[in-house]
């Protein structure tokens, strides 16, 4: 059995986290992405803007110590989200579910919501396992583009743009999910 925690999110995490954020498959599944996931300007300049705002709070999931992927934590227009991303030698093993479950125990704040390419079934069950459910289905609002499908996690925010629809979830056991605390 592994072992999955948390740690803040430090300097020496940049380079894994834009490999990590790039990979074509995991930016196919993701709800939100970078225009161009190969800019590493630009990533950097959205990190550095994450970093500053007191609203995020980012973490590196780790396995066995290892770096495994990132959640966050942030604020958007008044509502709590949460956010993962896990890198592909760390997926179906059930680090996002335990990472996910780190990271609500940590939020004070209720309801959580969380944001999710409608076919991207792996998130949409570690979200569901960790007792989020379904509130609503929209499609994408920005235009189809010709880079690949946008992300799930704290990722550079700008929708899936490919007119797929996105799942939106939000947590159904407030109080239940604070395992601990």
């Known amino acids: 059995m592994t072992h999955v925690d948390l ?3 430090d300097d020496d995490d940049a ?5 990590m954020m790039r990979d074509p498959d ?7 992405t970078a225009d161009d996931p190969s800019d590493r300007a630009a990533f950097d300049a959205w ?3 994450h970093r500053a705002d007191d609203r995020v709070s980012m973490f590196v999931v780790t396995d066995d110590g290892g770096f495994a992927g990132t959640a966050a934590a942030f604020t958007v227009d008044g509502d709590r989200e949460v956010t993962f991303w896990i890198t592909r030698h760390a997926q179906s093993r059930g680090v996002a579910s335990a990472a996910l479950r780190l990271l609500v125990a940590r939020e004070a704040e209720r309801p959580l919501y969380a944001r999710v390419a409608a076919d991207n079934a792996a998130s949409i069950a570690v979200l569901t ?13 920005t235009p189809p583009r010709v880079a690949p499908r946008s992300t799930n996690s704290c990722s550079p925010s700008r929708p899936r743009s490919t007119g797929s629809d996105r799942t ?6 407030p109080a239940g999910l604070r395992e601990g605390r």
């Open 47 to 49: 990190l550095e803007r």
């Open 15 to 19: 380079d894994a986290v834009f490999e």
């Open 7 to 9: 740690r803040p999110f």
């Open 26 to 32: 995991a930016v196919a599944q993701a709800a939100f």
């Open 129 to 141: 396992k960790n007792g989020f459910s379904e509130i609503r289905r929209q499609r994408a609002p």
């Open 168 to 173: 939106s979830l939000q947590a159904t056991s």
